[in-house]
């Protein structure tokens, strides 16, 4: 289940998120089985975040940073993916 703090950090926008997670890459970042349908997260920093579950159709992760974040069994159906930065990122069972 998503971290509350992190799902309402996140939902105030990329820019605040951003800023927010910059300070706070030593605690483990939850938005696991989050319900993130059709967000606009281009420039998002999601690296190392846990998006296991999470619903991200239709989501723009246009020059998103997802590196090595889990999405494991995350929907990704209809996700604008394009120069999204991907190294080491779990995709098992997700929908591509």
Known sequence: ??????????????EVWNDWIEN?????LDLSNANLKRRNLSKADLSMVDLCGADLSGVNLQKAHLDAAGLI???LKNANLDQASL??????GANL
Request: charged share 20%.
């Open 24 to 28: 706070n890459r030593n605690i483990h």
């Open 73 to 75: 069994k995350a929907n």
């Open 1 to 14: 289940m998503a971290n509350k703090k992190h799902l309402a950090i996140l939902k105030q926008g990329v």
């Open 87 to 92: 190294c080491d990122t779990v995709f098992v």
